[in-house]
Structure formats: structure tokens, C-alpha cells
């Protein structure tokens, strides 16, 4: 699954720490993934008691569900839910049969100079 920037925008840093992760251990057909909260909590390189806050707060915000296990005697059952932070201009994209953000032609990619302005050059190009 994947996250961007823009899924992200407004989280604070455990939030989209966690979020990050999540979506990494999800299985990416389903979006969902059942590893236990201690488990969670040792590969975010949280306690256990901010991991609960964070998944709390994730929960509240509409990015995760959280399916309690307790009735099956087993793990929750955790769901990725990037649907409600897709981007606007995104859902308009696909709505008309686009893609989001518009692919670049190759006279814009072969024009394109914005490596040059983050410092990097290639040899002989004089800067």
C-alpha cells in the first residue's frame, strides 16, 4: 500500500510514523494486517502505551479501523483506510478517466532541469 505526502499532511510525527507503517505491513490486496500491538509497537520503536494512544488517535481521525479480536480469541484486525485523505484533485483525475498528477511528455521530461536546481549536475554540463 502505498502513503504520500499529501495522505500525511496535517499528522503529527507519530501519527504518520504509525500510519507508514501500517500500511507497510498490510497485505495489499485487502489493506488489512492482524500482527499483535506488542509486535507493533518493537518495529515502530514505540511503547506500548503510545502505540495505543497513536492507533487511538488514528482510529478517531478515520485513517484506521480497528476490528477488536477479542470476540474470536485472536488478534485485531487492523485496515488501512487511505479513502477519506485521498486528495480532491485526485478523485476529479480518475472521475474523468486521467491519471493524477498529469504524466510529463517527453519534450517536459527532456526539458525538465529540476535536478539541476537541487544541486545536481552531470558531467560536463558547466555547473
Known sequence: MKVTDEDLEGLPYAERWLLVLMATLCDSK????????????????????????????????????????KEQSSSNLYRVNLEPVIRQKAREAYANGETYPKPKTFEEKMTDRTWADKGFALEGDGE
Open 30 to 69: 485487502t489493506g488489512t494486517h492482524f500482527w499483535s500491538q506488542k509486535r507493533i509497537a518493537a518495529k515502530a520503536g514505540m511503547s506500548l502505551s503510545k502505540l495505543k494512544r497513536t492507533l487511538n488517535t488514528l482510529q478517531k481521525s478515520g485513517h484506521i479501523t480497528i476490528t477488536s479480536g
